[in-house]
């Protein structure tokens, strides 16, 4: 049996003591990472980041759920690869930029 820590920091189950459950939380996330429209590689670097999960299980999870969902996945990727979508709003400063600090 493989030693392994579990963080109290964490919300997270821990994959190998209650794996079942640490799924469900995964394709929870996915769902939710769906509904804000974002691909495969966002979504898996958004659980990475945030909810520390990694990329591998993101992945394995992901493929579960398009396989038992495949009409779902079909028409998501339509609707989602081919758009480009702008997340990245330039700031336009109204006021110009003053630089008065002194170092
Ligand atoms: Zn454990």
Do not use: D
């Amino acid at each position: 049996m493989m030693y392994h820590s579990h963080s109290r920091e964490s919300s997270l189950p821990c994959l190998h003591c209650h794996p079942t459950t640490y799924i469900r939380l995964v394709q929870h996330l996915i769902e939710r990472c769906l509904l804000l429209q974002m691909s495969q590689a966002e979504c898996i670097r958004a659980l990475a980041k945030h909810a520390c999960i990694h990329p591998a299980i993101t992945v394995t999870v992901w493929r579960g759920l398009q396989k038992e969902n495949t009409e779902f996945f079909q028409a998501y990727f339509n609707a989602t690869s081919p758009r480009h979508f702008v997340r990245h709003m330039p700031k336009t400063p109204r006021f110009g930029r003053r630089n008065h600090r002194k170092y």
